[in-house]
């Protein structure tokens, strides 16, 4: 069989890229949020928002228990940034 995609975007996961390193290297890192790109450089997870209450978390869960409380209080969060809930003293 033949696959022609036409005016498609096609997403990978990140986790699947050690089985796939050749489709990874095509990425276009122009089309990617800056921030994100260097949280990813730097093994963290990184996602802006419009908020003005930055989130520095460790951990997903804590992050969204976090969110949820800035916004219970009238708030907005400004990003969503996990450490990777595995941060040491060093």
Same mark, same amino acid.
């Given at each position: 069989? /033949?696959? +022609?995609?036409?005016?498609?975007?096609?997403? *990978?996961?990140? !986790? =699947?890229? *050690? /089985?796939?390193?050749? +489709? *990874? $290297?095509?990425?276009?890192? =122009?089309?990617?949020?800056? /921030?994100?790109?260097?949280?990813?450089?730097? !093994?963290?997870?990184? #996602?802006?928002?419009?908020?003005? #209450?930055?989130?520095? +978390?460790?951990?997903?869960?804590?992050?969204?228990? $976090?969110?949820?409380?800035?916004?219970?209080?009238?708030?907005?969060?400004?990003? *969503?940034?996990?450490?990777?809930?595995?941060? $040491? #003293?060093?």
């Amino acid at each position: 069989g /033949r696959v +022609v995609c036409m005016d498609a975007k096609l997403l *990978f996961d990140d !986790n =699947s890229e *050690f /089985r796939q390193p050749d +489709v *990874f $290297t095509l990425k276009d890192w =122009s089309q990617e949020d800056e /921030r994100e790109v260097e949280a990813g450089q730097a !093994n963290l997870n990184y #996602i802006g928002l419009d908020g003005s #209450i930055g989130c520095l +978390v460790n951990g997903a869960g804590l992050a969204m228990a $976090t969110m949820d409380i800035i916004k219970l209080h009238g708030g907005e969060p400004a990003n *969503f940034l996990d450490i990777g809930g595995g941060a $040491t #003293i060093d």
